[in-house]
């Protein structure tokens, strides 16, 4: 069975500061993993996806993520957050896109 | 593209009493997915479609929950009868063709959810 364990249900970063957020994931195959993204009563926007190309994947809004399979993680970063960014994020493990499993989410909060 | 669409946005109940879910993909999207979304937790999947049949039902507690696509298009999510625990977010995702590898078939795209409070 997969899953994913997103450390910190809480950060919150300064403006302009970088922005982690910390993914590991447990898989018995390859996995695909996502970063989704949900702002207040809205529903999950999908920010990027890893597809066993290119670990290093690059996003919208300036995120992005980097699949280190030694260590069984894919943490979000961006470099400089932005008011706009204050939202839930969620990482996500699938096999080849059936029974997606979601983390708990990580509620980001950004400082001015 | 239009996105997904869902309706109602919100739902107040009382417990015992039932309620339905519709939901509208993305046109074109063979494969449509329904969660529940517990406040402060992460989506679990309730069931996946795959045109009118189901692929994937195992979370999906049966003696209260329903849900069919009959013409492998829109779909119903049903409660009935309602208890206290099922106040959460339904939220219904597509995506082109389950088990497709690269590109836009690998995601899934997300409605804005209906938010039900069983009282």
């Known amino acids: 069975a997969q899953s994913v364990t997103q450390l910190g249900s809480h950060v919150s970063v300064s403006e302009g500061a970088l922005v982690l957020l910390r993914c590991n994931y447990s898989?018995?195959?390859?996995?695909?993993l996502f970063w989704y993204v949900q702002y207040p009563n809205q529903g999950l926007q999908l920010l990027l996806k890893?597809?066993?190309?290119?670990?290093l994947v690059k996003g919208i809004n300036g995120f992005e993520a980097e699949f280190k399979k030694s260590e069984t993680s894919f943490h979000l970063t961006k470099p400089s957050a932005h008011m706009s960014d204050a939202a839930e994020y969620f990482c996500?493990?699938?096999?080849?896109?059936?029974?997606?499993?979601f983390g708990a989410g990580t509620r980001l909060t950004v400082k001015p | 593209e239009a996105g997904v669409a869902q309706s109602p946005r919100y739902k107040i109940i009382e417990k015992r009493q039932s309620v339905a879910f519709w939901c509208n993909p993305i046109s074109g999207h063979a494969t449509l997915y329904w969660y529940q979304q517990i406040l402060g937790q992460g989506p679990k999947l309730l069931i996946q479609?795959?045109?009118?049949?189901?692929?994937?039902d195992s979370q999906l507690p049966k003696d209260r929950f329903s849900a069919e696509r009959l013409k492998g298009v829109d779909s119903t999510l049903k409660i009935q009868p309602a208890k206290l625990e099922d106040s959460a977010v339904y939220l219904c995702a597509s995506s082109l063709v389950r088990g497709q590898r690269g590109g836009r078939k690998d995601t899934q795209y997300f409605g804005p959810g209906t938010r039900l409070t069983v009282l």
């Open positions: 890893y597809t066993s190309a290119a670990t």
């Open positions: 898989s018995s195959v390859p996995p695909y």
């Open positions: 996500a493990v699938s096999h080849n896109n059936n029974d997606m499993r």
């Open positions: 479609f795959q045109n009118n049949g189901v692929v994937d």
